[in-house]
């Protein structure tokens, strides 16, 4: 059986809701419905940051060697007001030390995007901000060599009837739409896989 590890935030942990509505445990069902011979571990904590991810890696590396690594952090970081450049640097530094420690290991980035109404919050520049958010993410893509999922939040974000009351976290029907975005990208990479065939 192969790892399949999820690495984030409240998205991937699935805030408020129980285990088996977060979008790791639905693409695990995928996986079953495809008979792939893979296990999808959410190592999600609520409220993580990229310099938190950062810090706690290696002790995630070092429970699970992953064969695929999907990286979903970054949203935490606009609400800190964490310098792009900070975000940017730590994703780069987790998804190099996973490459480093296992070489074998498909790496996967989320992308976000940015996670708040612009016009409500009313802030100054906000708009070109926005903007190198969503850049960010391509741009350590591209950097790293490593497969992306434009966006994480497509089809859900900003829609009330897919969210909490707090209109950030997506319910469980979000999370299945949030599992179908990753998915589109994980399926083709495991069908690349040795001995690896998903069902049509």
């Known amino acids: 059986m192969k790892n399949i590890v999820f690495f984030g935030d409240s998205l991937t942990a699935g805030y408020g809701l ?19 011979p893979y296990r999808a571990l959410n190592y999600g904590v609520s409220g993580e940051t990229s310099a938190g991810g950062r810090q706690r890696l290696a002790s995630v590396l070092a429970r699970q060697a992953p064969d695929m690594f999907v990286l979903a952090l970054g949203a935490n970081d606009i609400l800190r007001g964490i310098p792009l450049a900070q975000t940017t640097a730590n994703l780069q530094a987790i998804l190099q030390e996973v490459g480093q420690r296992f070489p074998q290991a498909t790496r996967v980035l989320a992308g976000l995007d940015f996670p708040f ?6 802030v100054p520049g906000l708009q070109h901000y926005a903007q190198q958010f969503v850049g960010l993410f391509r741009g350590v893509a591209e950097r790293e060599g490593v497969a992306l999922v434009p966006h994480l939040l497509a089809g859900v974000l900003g829609r009330r009837e897919l969210n909490l009351p707090d209109h950030v976290h997506p319910n469980a029907a979000g999370q299945r739409i949030l599992a179908d975005n990753v998915w589109a990208v994980l399926q083709p990479l495991l069908a690349a896989q040795p001995s690896v065939q998903t069902a049509a």
């Open 117 to 122: 109404e612009l016009g409500a919050l009313g």
């Open 18 to 36: 129980p285990a088996a509505d977060s979008f790791p445990a639905r693409i695990q069902e995928k996986i079953n419905a495809g008979g792939l």
